[in-house]
């Protein structure tokens, strides 16, 4: 009922910089809290950065004054500016999503995207 697309990740050379986009799309009547998770190889999927409805931000310290996570409403999108990138950064990027679908508007369920591949050269 509810699919999120990712767009943005690729290559880039430390130091450099990436957008990574997530738009949701289906029934949705309301979207809660979005955000971004990372997993790297060999190691668990973790938080990287969430914002509720009303702007409200979260990020793993890791990425602070960093990454900066955006959304707009009116199109379901969620994204995260990723700036001064380095090495360790390097990851599968995956967009989450607690959203209300039209048939059942009071109860929020959590959507995941397919990923996007984010690596950082040295």
């Known amino acids: 009922q509810v699919q999120l697309v990712e767009s943005g990740g690729g290559l880039v050379q430390a130091g450099g910089s990436l957008r990574l986009s997530c738009a949701a799309s289906g029934r949705i009547f309301s979207i809660n809290a979005m955000g971004w998770y990372r997993q790297a190889p060999g190691k668990q999927r973790e938080l990287v950065a969430a914002?509720?409805?009303?702007?409200?931000?979260n990020y793993d310290d890791s990425v602070k004054g960093r990454f900066t996570i955006s959304r707009d409403n009116a199109k379901n999108t969620v994204y995260l500016q990723m700036d001064s990138l380095k090495p360790e950064h390097t990851a599968v990027y995956y967009c989450?999503?607690?959203?209300?679908?039209?048939?059942?508007?009071?109860?929020?369920?959590?959507?995941w995207g397919q990923g996007t591949q984010v690596t950082v050269s040295s």
């Open positions: 989450n999503a607690r959203v209300a679908t039209m048939g059942v508007p009071g109860l929020y369920y959590e959507y």
């Open positions: 914002i509720t409805s009303d702007g409200t931000t």
